[in-house]
C-alpha cells in the first residue's frame, strides 16, 4: 500500500545532521536536489568527499549548517529553466514521517527558490508514495522547532 504525501512535506536528512527542512515535492524533476551556498571537493583516505554548506530554513541565513559526505558521481543536469549545471550527488538517507529511505540528491544553490530542497520523482518511486497536490504536509508536522528561534531586535 502506497503513502499519500502532500505538494510539500518537512523532512529529515538524519546522517548530514539537518534535523528538518522543507521540500517541495516535484513529480516533475527527475531527481531531487538539495541547497548548498558552498560546495567543496575534497579527498579523505583515497575516497571523493564534498562539503557544503546548507541553509536549511529560508529567511533564516544565520543558521549554517555544514555538511559531509561521499560523493556518489558528477552529473549533468538540466533545470526547469533549460539551464545546465555540473553538479555533484551524493546518497543519503531521508526521513519523512516514520519513512527512511536512502536517495540520491544533486547539490546546488537554490537561493532564490522559496523551497530548499526539491523530492523529485526517483525518490518518489523508491519510496513508494503518491502525490496530492491539493494538500500541504500529510505526513509530517513542521520541523522547524528543531531551530533555535529566531532572535528578536533590541530597540
Known amino acids: 500500500m502506497n503513502t499519500t504525501i502532500g505538494w510539500r512535506e518537512w523532512i529529515s536528512l538524519p546522517e548530514l545532521q539537518i534535523p528538518g527542512i522543507k521540500a517541495k515535492?516535484?513529480?516533475?524533476?527527475r531527481t531531487s536536489a538539495l541547497h548548498a551556498f558552498f560546495?567543496?571537493?575534497?579527498?579523505?583516505?583515497?575516497?571523493?568527499?564534498?562539503?557544503?554548506?546548507?541553509h536549511p530554513l529560508r529567511?533564516?541565513?544565520?543558521?549554517?549548517?555544514?555538511?559531509?559526505?561521499?560523493?556518489?558521481?558528477?552529473?549533468?543536469?538540466?533545470?526547469?529553466?533549460g539551464h545546465r549545471e555540473n553538479r555533484f550527488v551524493i546518497e543519503t538517507p531521508i526521513k519523512l514521517g516514520q519513512h527512511l529511505c536512502p536517495i540520491e540528491i544533486t547539490l546546488t544553490n537554490r537561493d532564490?527558490?522559496?523551497?530548499?530542497?526539491?523530492?523529485?520523482?526517483?525518490a518518489l518511486q523508491k519510496l513508494e508514495f503518491l502525490v496530492d497536490s491539493s494538500h500541504s504536509y500529510l505526513i509530517g508536522k513542521s520541523l522547524r522547532k528543531e531551530y533555535p528561534p529566531?532572535?528578536?531586535l533590541s530597540a
Request: charged share 35%; hydrophobic share 40%; proline share 3%.
Open 150 to 152: 529566531k532572535k528578536e
Open 25 to 29: 515535492i516535484d513529480t516533475g524533476a
Open 112 to 122: 532564490t527558490m522559496k523551497f530548499r530542497m526539491l523530492l523529485g520523482r526517483s
Open 59 to 81: 529567511k533564516r541565513e544565520e543558521i549554517e549548517l555544514i555538511c559531509t559526505a561521499p560523493v556518489k558521481e558528477q552529473r549533468l543536469v538540466t533545470d526547469s529553466g
Open 39 to 54: 560546495v567543496e571537493p575534497f579527498r579523505q583516505d583515497g575516497i571523493a568527499m564534498v562539503r557544503f554548506g546548507v
